[in-house]
């Protein structure tokens, strides 16, 4: 028999240290080679560790949480013979890791089943025991869907109306602490300012109706999302200031004429922005297009860190869940950030007469050290008229 210690490998681009994000073996578990080790996050991506070695896991050297630098000890295998130790790799040079901006979950430790706090709430009200699932979310994750299959498929739920005590302490890594310290950051630093505005949604939504009935073979279904991008790469040439970047640093305002936007999307592992490249480039349905296949890369974890950077202005819905009105939290280095709530249909007056329209809010915040109020006032008309007669997004 004989010992083999895994160490964190440079993962490249100069990068010193890494936090262990989530465990995927236990001390005692047999590993095969190329298994799945464990996720380190660094302040570029999050890297899946595989073992270079077959063999007993004796130790795990780092918990969740924990930073560790190039070189420190991993993980302890024990190998079924010496010569094997001979053979495998060295620690310093192990296979080289496999990269996914993928993010798992904030509350992984070995024998603890990988679930959201809403996820293990419902399962406790349920008296469902959650080892008893399999999940089918990332790395095993039980979902919500897991549950509705569990009871489907005849299990048990205990009374409702049981008392609920204790605390569960998740500790703040990997992706949702990235996603705090970004927020705060962005909080910190810029001085918001938030103008809502209401939009009369009722023809831009029946042509979407309209284009969705008669959409070809292949062409996405269209939400509300490809039509405000349309009015964006409209509106924003005019206001080139709403555009752009600020490094507050270097006191340098960056002005692009390309329209890179931001989806705020969504996912089991926290909140990602996938990108959408040159949209001022796209039709109504590629938009479409390209926004469905940056969500579905951010929610299974196979977007690109190139996919998730790089954006000029930023789009965050909450689809018919958006409420009244929000304030969003601008995405650092950006100076701009739209918001559309709800539509819902609401009598108006209109002409002196009362009439049932299909309204919606569009919040929106604005770096006021770059944007001034009138400026926001005016761009955010401009996105109005757009919307509210959807004829001007097509007229050259």
Same mark, same amino acid.
């Given at each position: 028999?004989?010992?083999?210690?895994?160490?964190?490998?440079?993962? +490249?681009?100069?990068?010193?240290?890494?936090?262990?994000?989530?465990?995927?073996?236990?001390?005692?578990?047999?590993?095969?080679?190329?298994?799945?080790?464990?996720?380190?996050?660094?302040?570029?991506?999050?890297?899946?560790?595989?073992?270079?070695?077959?063999?007993?896991?004796?130790?795990?050297?780092?918990?969740?949480?924990?930073?560790?630098?190039?070189?420190?000890?991993?993980?302890?295998?024990?190998?079924?013979?010496?010569?094997?130790?001979?053979?495998?790799?060295?620690?310093?040079?192990?296979?080289?890791?496999?990269?996914?901006?993928?993010?798992?979950?904030?509350?992984?430790?070995?024998?603890?089943?990988?679930?959201?706090?809403?996820? /293990?709430?419902?399962?406790?009200?349920?008296?469902?025991?959650?080892?008893?699932?399999?999940?089918?979310?990332?790395?095993?994750?039980?979902?919500?869907?897991?549950?509705?299959?569990?009871?489907? +498929?005849?299990?048990?739920?205990?009374?409702?109306?049981?008392?609920?005590?204790?605390?569960?302490?998740?500790?703040?890594?990997?992706?949702?602490?990235?996603?705090?310290?970004?927020?705060?950051?962005?909080?910190?630093?810029?001085?918001?300012?938030?103008?809502?505005?209401?939009?009369?949604?009722?023809?831009?939504?029946?042509?979407?109706?309209?284009?969705?009935?008669?959409?070809?073979? +292949?062409?996405? $279904?269209?939400?509300?999302?490809?039509?405000?991008?349309?009015?964006?790469?409209?509106?924003?040439?005019?206001?080139?200031?709403?555009?752009?970047?600020?490094?507050?640093?270097?006191?340098?305002?960056?002005?692009?004429?390309?329209?890179?936007?931001?989806?705020?999307?969504?996912? @089991?592992?926290?909140?990602?922005?996938?990108?959408? /490249?040159?949209?001022?480039?796209?039709?109504?349905?590629?938009?479409?297009?390209?926004?469905?296949?940056?969500?579905?890369?951010?929610? @299974?974890?196979?977007?690109?860190?190139?996919?998730?950077?790089?954006?000029?202005?930023?789009?965050?819905?909450?689809?018919?869940?958006?409420?009244?009105?929000?304030?969003?939290?601008?995405?650092?280095?950006?100076?701009?950030?739209?918001?559309?709530?709800?539509?819902?249909?609401?009598?108006?007056?209109?002409?002196?007469?009362?009439?049932?329209? $299909?309204?919606?809010?569009?919040?929106?915040?604005?770096?006021?050290?770059?944007?001034?109020?009138?400026?926001?006032?005016?761009?955010?008309?401009?996105?109005?008229?757009?919307?509210?007669?959807?004829?001007?997004?097509?007229?050259?």
């Amino acid at each position: 028999m004989g010992r083999f210690i895994f160490k964190l490998p440079d993962v +490249g681009e100069g990068t010193a240290e890494a936090e262990i994000v989530a465990w995927h073996v236990a001390v005692g578990e047999h590993v095969r080679e190329d298994q799945l080790l464990v996720d380190v996050m660094t302040d570029k991506a999050t890297v899946e560790m595989t073992s270079p070695v077959a063999g007993t896991v004796v130790a795990l050297k780092a918990n969740p949480g924990e930073m560790a630098t190039v070189g420190a000890p991993l993980v302890e295998f024990e190998l079924e013979t010496v010569a094997a130790v001979a053979a495998s790799p060295v620690a310093e040079t192990p296979a080289a890791p496999q990269i996914a901006t993928a993010a798992v979950s904030n509350d992984v430790a070995p024998g603890i089943v990988l679930a959201a706090p809403a996820v /293990r709430l419902r399962a406790a009200d349920l008296g469902i025991d959650l080892h008893r699932l399999r999940g089918s979310g990332p790395g095993g994750r039980v979902t919500h869907g897991d549950l509705d299959d569990f009871l489907a +498929g005849g299990g048990k739920s205990a009374p409702r109306q049981t008392l609920r005590d204790g605390v569960e302490e998740i500790k703040l890594i990997g992706l949702r602490r990235k996603i705090a310290e970004k927020m705060q950051e962005a909080k910190r630093r810029i001085p918001h300012f938030a103008y809502v505005e209401e939009i009369d949604m009722s023809e831009m939504e029946s042509l979407r109706a309209q284009l969705n009935e008669t959409r070809r073979g +292949g062409q996405p $279904k269209l939400t509300v999302l490809p039509f405000i991008m349309l009015a964006l790469v409209r509106a924003l040439p005019d206001f080139p200031q709403i555009n752009a970047h600020f490094d507050d640093e270097a006191g340098v305002i960056k002005r692009f004429q390309a329209v890179h936007i931001g989806i705020a999307t969504q996912t @089991d592992a926290g909140l990602m922005v996938p990108v959408v /490249r040159h949209a001022e480039a796209l039709d109504l349905w590629q938009a479409a297009a390209a926004v469905a296949a940056m969500a579905a890369k951010a929610r @299974d974890g196979s977007a690109k860190r190139d996919e998730l950077s790089g954006s000029t202005i930023t789009i965050t819905s909450l689809g018919a869940l958006g409420g009244i009105a929000s304030t969003p939290i601008i995405n650092h280095p950006e100076v701009a950030i739209i918001g559309p709530n709800a539509i819902v249909e609401r009598p108006v007056v209109r002409a002196g007469q009362v009439a049932i329209r $299909k309204m919606m809010n569009l919040s929106s915040s604005f770096d006021h050290r770059v944007v001034d109020g009138g400026d926001a006032a005016l761009f955010v008309k401009r996105l109005k008229a757009l919307l509210e007669h959807p004829a001007l997004l097509f007229i050259g």
